[in-house]
């Protein structure tokens, strides 16, 4: 049973001078049960009476002796009573949370956008093109000194096959050190670029 008496569930109406005199009569009523009687008494203290409460005792009293069911409505009113709140699961509320701090960064952003410098995105080999002409850069340079110490060597041992695949790979290591060389230096060259282009913001004076 439901701890709220004062508005109970179902349908409810107010109690009324007929209905509360009747209560009362059906609370010591010998033809009524001990249960009947006691739903009577409790129900004769409350200002809102179950409907089906009041018309099981109607039906169980005597008929020659119960009012008719116009008089015993009479002057009354249905209460209606406001649903409970439906509460929101832990998952929604994580959720919504959520969306509510993805909003919350979204309009610091869009407040800050002209203030914030701009992200540089000028990465070196940031695209794929870029990636692949530095890799057949890198083929073509290796090959050429290869070549250029194999033949360097060839001309200084006399035609020593030996003595040529030695030359060839020490041009080849020279080459990828060379490379290595300027790809520091680009790099590094991009970097000082990328903080002088960044503005600054003057302090009020």
């Not at 109607?58 to 009573?81: D, I």
């Not at 110490?149 to 020490?170: K, Q």
Request: charged share 20%; net charge positive; glycine share 4%.
């Amino acid at each position: 049973m439901s701890s709220d008496h004062t508005n109970p569930p179902g349908l409810v109406v107010s109690t009324t001078d007929p209905i509360l005199a009747f209560l009362t009569s059906a609370s010591t009523d010998p033809h009524l049960s001990q249960e009947l009687q006691q739903i009577a008494s409790n129900l004769s203290s409350k200002p809102n009476v179950p409907y089906k409460s009041l018309r099981a005792l109607w039906l169980a009293s005597n008929a020659s002796t119960r009012p008719q069911l116009v008089q015993l409505f009479s002057g009354s009113e249905f209460v209606l009573t406001s649903p409970k709140p439906r509460e929101k699961s832990e998952e929604l509320k994580a959720r919504l949370q959520k969306l509510a701090e993805i909003l919350e960064r979204n309009a610091y952003a869009e407040l800050v956008k002209d203030i914030t410098p701009k992200k540089e995105t000028n990465e070196p080999f940031s695209s794929y093109k870029d990636q692949l002409g530095f890799g057949l850069h890198v083929v073509v340079t290796m090959f050429t000194g290869y070549l250029v110490g194999y033949a360097a060597f060839r001309a200084l041992f006399n035609h020593s096959p030996v003595m040529n695949a030695a030359g060839g790979i020490l041009g080849l290591v020279v080459s990828m050190l060379v490379e290595t060389l300027i790809f520091i230096i680009r790099s590094s060259g991009q970097d000082l670029r990328s903080s002088s282009s960044t503005p600054k913001l003057k302090k009020n004076q």
